[in-house]
């Protein structure tokens, strides 16, 4: 077990924001979450689908993340939809912020995971969105780097 306590463990990843978005920069923020979302998230019991990071009073919040309810915690359970706050330094904060308030830029959650100490953290993108013709050029790209393997191969 000691070992295992010195990989961090992904609990959940946003497969989606690399395909819709185009991703210029990551970085690292902490999340201040109770008790029973600690427990659900080491069961690995959430989605970052619909998720995205945002500015409020000075204070960075992730809102839609969906951390589902922890079973054993009956009527003392968190809410699955709320904001959560995101630790992060106040020059950190006023850069996302600046960013974010630009034109075509977002702050889109990469993944969630425990880090070798583990401590809940979420890996949060820098990023523009991506056009419909954007996205067809990478999948024509993908597919011809593939095809272009096989001939090599020798493997019609």
Do not use: C
């Amino acid at each position: 077990m000691a070992g295992s306590d010195l990989k961090s463990r992904v609990v959940a990843q946003n497969r989606k924001a690399r395909h819709n978005y185009i991703i210029e920069d990551t970085l690292e923020a902490g999340l201040a979450l109770v008790g029973t979302e600690v427990k659900s998230l080491r069961e690995g019991k959430a989605s970052l689908g619909d998720a995205f990071a945002q500015s409020t009073d000075g204070e960075m919040y992730l809102v839609n993340a969906h951390i589902a309810p922890y079973g054993p915690a009956n009527r003392f359970n968190h809410e699955p939809l709320r904001p959560r706050k995101l630790l992060l330094h106040r020059r950190e904060i006023a850069r996302l912020t600046g960013l974010a308030q630009r034109q075509g830029y977002t702050l889109v959650p990469l993944k969630l995971y425990f880090n070798g100490r583990g401590r809940a953290k979420v890996e949060l993108g820098i990023a523009r969105g991506r056009k419909l013709h954007d996205k067809r050029d990478r999948a024509k790209e993908r597919d011809w780097q593939r095809e272009k393997g096989r001939l090599l191969r020798g493997k019609v």
